[in-house]
């Protein structure tokens, strides 16, 4: 952990909060006052704040702008209200900064140098140099935009991208590349953003504005961001503590509401115990799996499978192109596991789609990734061009292999001799559901790479949870897929 990151870690304990107040005096664009009152009354509220709060405050957040607007005058108020701030309390100044080479030293130069700030925010869309400056010193910290608070925060950073995650997922694991002195902003009032960014990193602080005046609740936050040490989630509040009649007694009933939130969420926890069933804030993997039961995908009964075994349950995912936005999230969650497979540098001229249930997923997958699709002819064609591998491919060529589900494998096998035997290489299967563990292990022997995007111990409780199946026979359903 950073020093910055380690302090703290240290006064959250010792002073027992985590919230941060906000320092942003709003008299610059209060149209009745001069400059000169503007000045020393902002000077005066920050005062009061400060001396009102130190006990409860883990961290100081000014906004620079509100001191800017005032010209050279609002900085000097800015300068004043740093020297009040108790030296043992961290200063992250709201300065959300992003700039390239000489200009982002310059901005470093201010904001560390002559500020004397702890860390800043600070915006990552022109990458990795306009950040660097400000993140190689060990004391100091900068938070990243990752989701804000605003109305129209969802205007980029909810993009889907081609693994179908919003920007700002992708924004949160650049920026954790970036090293230890590195956070998140992350919205108190945005609770999807914040669960999807904890589960995917556990350790992170969020800065997190949003609550309070903005709509967020603070158990709420709490509930979706806190880490496993209680820590990590840093809510902010300016409003509701420079506008309270008392501002001591606002911070002091926030903190412990919020301290109270934190115990209750790491007691729920603690009950549910570690691991528990379902991979929290995959928002993409949670609505494919509702959305395949919404669809009645999922049949129980007595059922033949492909390799002749019987089975008490069916899933018919060939319903999924009956429902458009299903199958654009379908197709999204093939996408990461293509991702996923080019992040490790293995890529494929053409998706292989294997008739018939994979035809329209595949052609789905195709148009999202931009990846050519072909299929093998299960049966060869007697007539016409007399194909066994339709569409427009070489021999040599790369092929991902693409199925609905796999049980054990046994309609893969014979694809895969299909394509090959058109010279074709194969060497990756992905399927969207994994219904067993004897898919794998012939898939393995078969020398296929298996990539599923959801397992049947992830997809059962979903059944569970919309009431399709009980909670008695969930146990013989999984003891059935993993026999
Ligand atoms: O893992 P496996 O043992 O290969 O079994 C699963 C396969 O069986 C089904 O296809 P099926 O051949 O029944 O029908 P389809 O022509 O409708 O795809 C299903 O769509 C899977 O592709
Ligand atoms: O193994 C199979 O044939 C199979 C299982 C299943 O659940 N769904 C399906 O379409 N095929």
């Known amino acids: 952990m950073s020093d910055f990151f380690q302090r703290l870690e240290e006064r959250s304990r010792k002073i027992n909060s985590l919230l941060c107040?906000?320092?942003?005096?709003?008299?610059?664009?209060?149209?009745?006052?001069?400059?000169a009152d503007s000045v020393s009354g902002m000077i005066e509220e920050n005062k009061r704040i400060i001396q009102a709060t130190s006990s409860y405050a883990l961290a100081y957040k000014p906004n620079i702008a509100f001191y800017e607007a005032l010209g050279a005058p609002g900085l000097q108020a800015l300068e004043i209200t740093l020297e009040l701030i108790p030296d043992e309390i961290p200063v992250i100044l709201d300065a959300k900064r992003g700039d390239i080479g000489a200009t982002a030293l310059a901005y470093e130069r201010a904001v560390f140098g002559h500020l004397n700030a702890d860390a800043v925010t600070l915006s990552?869309?022109?990458?990795?140099?306009?950040?660097?400056?400000?993140?190689?010193?060990?004391?100091?910290?900068?938070?990243?935009?990752?989701?804000?608070?605003?109305?129209?925060?969802?205007?980029?950073?909810?993009?889907?991208?081609?693994?179908?995650?919003p920007l700002y997922v992708r924004v949160a694991e650049i920026a954790g590349s970036w090293g230890q002195n590195v956070g998140l902003v992350v919205a108190g009032n945005d609770l999807d953003a914040l669960r999807a960014i904890r589960a995917r990193h556990p350790e992170m602080w969020f800065l997190s504005p949003g609550i309070g005046a903005q709509g967020g609740s603070m158990l709420e936050a709490v509930e979706a961001g806190v880490n496993s040490r209680g820590t990590g989630i840093i809510p902010v509040v300016a409003r509701g503590i420079s506008q309270a009649e008392d501002p001591e007694a606002a911070a002091a009933a926030l903190v412990s509401e919020l301290n109270e939130a934190v115990e209750k969420v790491l007691a729920k926890r603690k009950n549910e115990g570690a691991g528990?069933?379902?991979?929290?804030?995959?928002?993409?993997?949670?609505?494919?799996l509702s959305g395949l039961i919404d669809a009645r995908c999922f049949k129980t009964g007595e059922f033949t499978l492909k390799s002749g075994e019987r089975s008490p349950f069916y899933i018919d995912l060939?319903?999924?192109?009956?429902?458009?936005s299903l199958l654009k999230d379908v197709a999204r969650a093939y996408a990461r596991l293509i991702h996923e497979l080019r992040r490790e540098g293995k890529d494929f001229d053409h998706i292989a789609g294997i008739p018939v249930?994979?035809?329209?997923?595949?052609?789905a997958v195709s148009m999202e990734t931009g990846i050519p699709m072909i299929?093998?002819?299960?049966?060869?064609?007697?007539?016409?061009?007399?194909?066994?591998?339709?569409?427009?491919?070489?021999?040599?060529?790369?092929?991902?292999l693409l199925d609905d589900l796999i049980t054990r494998g046994t309609s893969k096998i014979e694809a895969l001799d299909i394509l090959k035997e058109a010279g074709l290489k194969v060497e990756h299967l992905a399927v969207l559901i994994e219904r067993g563990e004897r898919g794998r292990k012939d898939m393995t022997a078969a020398g296929i790479d298996l990539r599923s995007f959801a397992r049947l111990d992830e997809f059962l409780p979903h059944c569970v949870r919309k009431g399709l199946i009980q909670e008695d026979e969930l146990e013989s359903l999984m003891k059935y897929a993993r026999s």
């Open 276 to 288: 528990h069933a379902g991979s929290p804030g995959d928002l993409l993997k949670d609505r494919v």
């Open 357 to 363: 249930a994979a035809l329209p997923l595949a052609t």
């Open 375 to 400: 299929f093998p002819r299960m049966n060869a064609k007697s007539h016409g061009t007399g194909n066994t591998v339709e569409g427009n491919w070489k021999s040599g060529e790369k092929v991902l």
């Open 318 to 324: 060939r319903r999924v192109m009956s429902y458009p």
């Open 21 to 35: 107040v906000g320092l942003d005096p709003r008299h610059a664009i209060q149209p009745d006052m001069g400059a």
């Open 124 to 165: 990552p869309y022109m990458g990795r140099d306009s950040v660097e400056p400000f993140i190689n010193h060990s004391k100091t910290a900068a938070f990243i935009l990752c989701k804000t608070s605003n109305p129209g925060s969802g205007d980029l950073q909810l993009l889907s991208q081609n693994d179908g995650e």
